[in-house]
């Protein structure tokens, strides 16, 4: 495992507890890394090792069961369920996706009036009754890990000079997508053009990633060359998505990535993708923009732009059920 990451930068939450000098400071830091490269490593976070070791051995049980155990609970329209291998073409790329997933979201009962009401990518999530613990310990992690993300998006607002709620108030019933992923690994006899995620960018607001020591995330720099976010122990990876890019007005840059598992192991991650309600109005022109900048674009719903790109980015989205 890595030490160090020169071209990625690492960012201490711990002096967030030291006053409001030390806060600055830490904002100015993820605001140099959200403007380049856009994606940034988190460490003196407070979640705890064998709290992701207890997911991970869970999400390990779930990915070896049988085919037809995991399709029991294949995705929804409402995005929750297992996606298997072949079922991701990340924005209609030639070769599917080497990865299966398994994905849920805040917890909400099909008695819920949003989820009545039809709201878009609401509702209950699927949780295997042949494995109850991956629903407990995994929504554990889940928890904490939001805890992560709505410490950076402060950071990120006091970045920008607004107040440090100016996400956060829109994340009262948050489109936050948790999931689990496997990545088998790639022979050197490969074709070239299969990765385990195909280059691309995220397409919400905030991305928090848990890698285990396998590594195999690469992220593209302004001269479009590939490069390695190595793991780092005690580390979660943050990145920028679209839409935040969106409603920075382009301030913040939401990065190509990819998957390719080189390291001859099998390999999981742990990610959060952390949106905010459904109706959240996202416009870069409540943002303070900067004297004589205009807003590049216009207000658009939440739920209408994940869904767009979920049918964009994946092939089973629009049809299932």
């Not at 030291?18 to 806060?23: E, L």
């Not at 992701?52 to 049988?66: C, G, H, N, P």
């Not at 920008?160 to 050197?188: C, I, M, S, W």
Request: overall charge negative.
């Amino acid at each position: 495992m890595a030490t160090q990451q020169a071209t990625i930068p690492v960012i201490d939450l711990s002096p967030l507890g030291n006053g409001a000098k030390a806060v600055q400071a830490v904002a100015a830091e993820v605001r140099r890394a959200s403007v380049d490269p856009g994606f940034f490593f988190v460490t003196g976070h407070t979640v705890r090792q064998d709290t992701i070791e207890r997911a991970l051995r869970t999400a390990e049980s779930f990915f070896a069961l049988d085919e037809s155990q995991k399709k029991a609970f294949s995705v929804n329209r409402n995005h929750r369920g297992y996606i298997g291998f072949g079922s991701a073409n990340m924005y209609g790329k030639n070769l599917p996706d080497l990865k299966e997933s398994f994905k849920w979201a805040n917890e909400l009962s099909e008695h819920d009036p949003d989820v009545r009401n039809g709201v878009p990518l609401l509702g209950p999530n699927q949780w295997p009754d042949c494995l109850p613990e991956l629903r407990e310990r995994g929504y554990v992690l889940y928890l904490e890990m939001i805890r992560v993300a709505q410490q950076v998006l402060r950071l990120i607002a006091i970045a920008l000079n607004v107040p440090e709620d100016t996400f956060l108030q829109h994340y009262r019933k948050p489109l936050a997508r948790g999931g689990f992923l496997h990545y088998p690994a790639q022979p050197a006899s490969a074709d070239p053009n299969q990765y385990g995620v195909a280059p691309h960018t995220d397409y919400g607001v905030l991305t928090v990633l848990w890698q285990d020591r396998n590594g195999g995330l690469e992220v593209q720099t302004a001269d479009g060359s590939w490069i390695p976010a190595r793991p780092i122990e005690n580390t979660f990876v943050i990145n920028i998505g679209d839409l935040l890019q969106r409603w920075t007005n382009d301030r913040y840059v939401s990065n190509p990535h990819r998957v390719v598992n080189r390291s001859g192991n099998e390999r999981y991650s742990i990610v959060l993708n952390y949106d905010p309600d459904p109706g959240t109005m996202v416009d870069p022109a409540e943002l303070a923009l900067p004297e004589g900048m205009a807003a590049k674009y216009p207000p658009i719903a939440c739920a209408d732009y994940i869904k767009l790109r979920f049918d964009e980015a994946f092939d089973y989205s629009s049809a299932a059920a």
